[in-house]
């Protein structure tokens, strides 16, 4: 399906003029990553995908010593929050049932990886201060902002002195942001989700970090075309 799109899909602006998130670029970016890490060739592209797992486990997980974070988790649903669904004031939070992620589904780098409080603090502290290997070198750049229009890094959302992402999954949410300069960051789970949710995070988060950093944040600007491109569910 992702490749059949790949193949007829035509913007109709130029790169770098509008954004749009999008899950089928997260999912693209790790087959293309797993691709070139197997080694394999056109003919062995379903089977090289399959290595994404030990890639992200390989090249990032285990480098920045984060031991409880994973792909796969059935191994660890008994220490997994319930998540929930949000529901109008007054009215009872319907529960959320967790994503079953098939290892052969072509979206694992859009959000297969699970982890703990702990190991994000991990995460966050190589954001602030890269280590000085290849990933920290890659790190890096995931940082650095692409065009004049858009502050947008890889992955990474550019405001006013700092970065930020965040994140949700059916019955979860989450926002991560951090200011290099001040050396502070902060990282908020939730597991309820909603847009309304997800804004409340968000802002709140934004508050703390302006307040630790001592600087008044807004936030980051993206242009959105006026007719969204529809990718395969």
């Known amino acids: 399906a992702m490749q059949s799109f790949l193949e007829s899909f035509q913007p109709a602006y130029p790169p770098g003029e509008y954004w749009v998130y999008s899950n089928q670029a997260f999912a693209l970016l790790g087959s293309l990553l797993s691709h070139a890490y197997a080694g394999g060739s056109s003919t062995t592209w379903d089977a090289s995908y399959q290595s994404w797992p030990a890639y992200v486990m ?8 984060m031991p409880t974070t994973q792909v ?9 929050a319930q998540g929930y669904n949000f529901a109008a004031a007054g009215q009872p939070y319907p ?7 098939l290892l052969t589904s ?3 780098g859009a959000g297969a990886l699970s982890s703990t409080l702990r190991d994000m603090l991990t995460f966050l502290e190589a954001q602030i201060a890269p280590p ?10 995931t940082q650095q902002s692409f065009g004049l229009t858009l502050s947008m890094g890889l992955g990474w959302q550019i405001g006013f002195g700092y970065w930020d992402k965040d994140g949700a999954i059916s019955g979860f949410d989450s926002y991560m942001a951090f200011d290099a300069l001040s050396k502070v960051g902060v990282i908020a789970l939730s597991n309820t989700d909603s847009n309304a949710v997800g804004g409340a995070l968000t802002l709140a988060c934004r508050d703390l970090l302006g307040t630790l950093s ?10 959105s075309p006026k007719t969204m491109p529809q990718c395969p569910q």
């Open 58 to 65: 390989d090249l990032v997980v285990t480098p920045l010593g």
């Open 72 to 80: 796969d988790y059935s191994n660890v649903t008994a220490q997994l």
């Open 95 to 101: 529960t959320a049932p967790l994503p079953q992620w």
């Open 106 to 108: 072509a979206g694992l």
């Open 132 to 141: 000085k290997t290849d990933l920290g070198a890659a790190i890096v750049k």
């Open 214 to 223: 001592k600087t008044a944040l807004g936030p980051s600007k993206f242009p």
